[in-house]
């Protein structure tokens, strides 16, 4: 009995070494990577956060100048301008791009052939270059390209894809076309993790496709789609390559959105000082989405 009491200290010393031993080579093979993370990106985080008390001037040097950039922010016209059509960006998004990836993915689900086929044809826009695709579609929306001359063969008058009304329309098609691959390959996993015998036990009891859908497969991803839905709330309210790219942010600002004001300010205007500050303002926001995003994703794995 006492060389069992003698041993037993023994035993958990050892196995608390060998804990300590693992924690530390765990973090000596991830700390080249914590070290680029803090450099790379919450350094110009908080230096950014510094620097939007600063006028900024490579020539006499940096002057503190308080809060004034701020208040050149909310002083300013194009704030408004820009946050609204951040909003409109992220309403069509989710109006019409967010519903399209469940709605194949559910469709590629249902087919009794080709579901490989489909799932490969539907990720090849996600694999277009971005240069590739902006000239691309300059092309499709042309007022001679091919949209409007398929238009045309049918008596249709020519669409104005860049009039102010329809600019915003149509970065949200094409970003649709392009990003949706993704989307419909996580709802498709989601979807062929649902049992099968839910499937088969409706479909003896009579219930129709519609059915099954609506009662087994929305119901089964629908913390997927919620957390998916935030997700993409938080890209598209950071949207601005597809505007400059396209548009610059016209016609007369209809595609200036609050990041691409923030890119005109600091690159075309060099007041760089005041870019950190909408910066700034614009990180703050994230972080309110992206812990309403952990909050859903906690309950959705706890569901």
């Known amino acids: 009995m006492a060389a069992e009491l003698s041993i037993r200290p023994v035993v958990a010393s050892s196995t608390v070494k060998k804990k300590i031993n693992w924690y530390l080579w765990g973090t000596l093979f991830v700390l080249p ?16 956060i510094f620097y939007s008390f600063y006028n900024i001037d490579f020539v006499d040097g940096n002057h503190f ?24 960006y992220m309403g069509l998004g989710v109006l019409f791009g967010f ?32 240069i590739v695709l902006y000239g691309m579609w300059q092309w499709f929306f042309d007022a001679v390209g091919p949209i409007n001359s398929l238009l ?22 094409l970003e649709t076309w ?30 129709s496709v519609w059915q099954r859908i609506r009662h087994i497969t929305l119901p089964s991803i629908k913390t997927l789609m919620l957390l998916l839905l935030l997700l993409q709330l938080i890209t598209t309210s950071q949207g601005f390559q597809a505007q400059l790219s396209m548009t610059d942010g016209g016609p007369n600002n209809a595609t200036l959105t609050y990041l691409l004001w923030m890119n005109h300010t600091a690159f075309r205007d060099l007041d ?32």
């Open 99 to 130: 519903w399209v990836p469940p709605l194949i993915a559910i469709v590629v689900s249902e087919l009794k052939w080709f579901q490989g086929a489909a799932r490969i044809i539907g990720y090849l826009p996600s694999a277009v270059p971005a």
């Open 152 to 173: 045309q063969t049918f008596g249709i008058p020519k669409v104005e894809f860049f009039s102010p009304k329809m600019a915003m329309g149509s970065i949200v098609l």
């Open 33 to 48: 990577e914590i070290v680029l993370f803090i450099v790379f990106l919450w350094v110009p985080i908080f230096k950014g």
């Open 65 to 88: 100048i308080g809060s004034a950039n701020y208040v050149s922010i909310f002083q300013d016209g194009l704030l408004l301008t820009s946050i609204k059509n951040t909003l409109y």
């Open 272 to 303: 760089f000082g005041k870019a950190s500050a909408m910066g700034s303002l614009m990180f703050f926001v994230l972080i309110l989405l992206s812990v309403l995003y952990n909050l859903l994703q906690r309950r959705g794995e706890k569901a």
């Open 178 to 207: 392009q990003s949706f691959g993704a989307a419909t390959l996580i709802y498709i996993a989601a979807v062929v993790g649902i049992p099968r015998d839910i499937y088969e036990a409706a479909e003896i009891d009579g219930a």
